[in-house]
């Protein structure tokens, strides 16, 4: 959905968390992986000079400040490999037992075999800090920021990823990028397993060829979407606590395609130009090819898939649902007040016929006016409907932000890192609380 820019109050913390504690080299995933062939304005945006392979099939303009760059023709040498890195630090311990996700009909079981709902909040920063050049994370960047979820009883966090900055391409900074990036993600998520969190791992924002990922565009690309899932299914594998957000927010229903956007979303197509200067053809990979791209792995976590407009249509969703032997897919849905479907006379009739299927996690959920009366209606349909949710967003970016005031920011949940709720996330923790 495109809302209103968050101001530079995103630019302060700039702490990156080094070193990981999953299994396996991330050296060794990206030896076997190639590297190659919408506007999300809740994050600022930034010019970030590109540089990298462009995959087959692509035809992509990128323009900015700094002029024209077209991706070269066939047979040149454009690759940026991936950086070479050193294995992360060995286990030292895993997530409990019953800290554990599986898809077991039309719910979430736990290690337990428990019915699981995901009841937690996005924590947004890593998907732009470091396509932007100046960290990884917004906010602390370490464990502080888990402390104040536990506490408010939440127990899943998205995780939001860039795709340039995950596979170290493209011109990343590698301070921030690459090897750096991927070890504090591996280290983030085991912090938030430590404090009894699940994390679920979305690819927020990607790019064709040398396009900077730097914006949400219509749909992931062919040209390195499929070589990140690879890569980050691999490294988290063997963690039971673990979902894979496969895409964040498709909107090909706005876009030019070579077939229909349903379709499109679900086999991948042809598309037309694209957000910040993108424009010529590239290919867009598909929610069941990014899925086969997890599979291929041998990770058998939950994965999630969220529709076209921005995730909040689900009307084609049942009749183009991936296919996956494991029987392990869940759908997305994102609410926000404004969108198409936003009243309990959609979410009764649209939603509810993909619940009685699948698991149902609303990815993002949130209103723009530092209230949350309309945030508080979604809730109680899903709280009666067994659906999962996460608030956008754990983020204290509201300067002079109180108990009375979200400090001019219209989506942040707390007011200081401590946790202390906003207006806006006030009901949001009373909720939890009960």
């Not at 993600?185 to 791992?201: C, D, E, R, S, T």
Request: hydrophobic content about 35%; glycine content about 14%.
């Amino acid at each position: 959905m495109r809302i209103t820019p968050l101001g530079s109050a995103l630019l302060l913390g700039l702490a990156a968390c080094g070193g990981g504690v999953i299994e396996g080299s991330v050296d060794d995933q990206l030896g076997d992986v190639g590297i190659g062939g919408g506007d999300d304005s809740r994050v600022p945006g930034g010019d970030v000079t590109s540089s990298g392979d462009v995959g087959s099939g692509s035809d992509v303009t990128t323009s900015g400040d700094s002029g024209t760059t077209t991706s070269p023709p066939p047979g040149s040498d454009a690759t940026t490999p991936p950086d070479t890195l050193a294995p992360p630090p060995p286990v030292d311990s895993g997530p409990l037992p019953a800290l554990s996700i599986r898809v077991s009909g039309n719910h979430f079981i736990d290690g337990t075999g428990a019915t699981l709902r995901l009841r937690g909040a996005n924590h947004s920063g890593t998907e732009y800090a470091c396509v932007q050049g100046w960290g990884i994370f917004s906010g602390p960047g370490d464990e502080s920021v888990f402390v104040g979820m536990q506490k408010w009883k939440l127990n899943a966090v998205r995780i939001p990823l860039n795709e340039d900055c995950w596979l170290g391409i493209n011109g990343v900074d590698t301070t921030h990028g690459g090897k750096a990036y991927r070890d504090a993600m591996v280290n983030w998520v085991n912090l938030a397993h430590k404090h009894g969190l699940y994390a679920v791992i979305d690819l927020h924002w990607a790019a064709p060829g040398t396009h900077s990922a730097a914006e949400q565009q219509p749909m992931a690309d062919a040209d390195h979407a499929l070589d990140f899932w690879k890569s980050v299914a691999t490294t988290f594998k063997s963690d039971p606590a673990v979902v894979f957000d496969l895409y964040n927010e498709p909107f090909l229903n706005h876009s030019t395609l070579s077939t229909d956007a349903w379709s499109c979303w679900l086999s991948g197509c042809t598309v037309t130009g694209g957000e910040g200067g993108l424009s010529g053809t590239w290919k867009s990979a598909g929610m069941q090819q990014m899925l086969d791209a997890v599979r291929s792995t041998g990770a058998n976590q939950p994965v999630i898939a969220g529709g076209l407009e921005w995730s909040n249509d689900l009307t084609g969703w049942l009749a183009h649902a991936p296919k996956d032997s494991l029987g392990q897919v869940a759908a997305a849905f994102h609410q926000y007040k404004g969108n198409l479907c936003q009243d309990a006379s959609c979410w009764g009739s649209t939603i509810a016929g993909v619940t009685a299927s699948v698991p149902l996690v609303t990815g993002e959920l949130g209103q723009d006016e530092c209230a949350h009366d309309f945030t508080d209606k979604y809730l109680d349909w899903a709280d009666s409907a067994g659906v999962s949710y996460l608030m956008w967003s754990w983020n204290a970016w509201g300067s002079g932000s109180s108990a009375s005031s979200c400090g001019g920011q219209k989506f942040t949940m707390i007011a200081d890192w401590n946790g202390s709720p906003t207006p806006y996330g006030v009901a949001y923790q009373a909720r939890l609380a009960k």
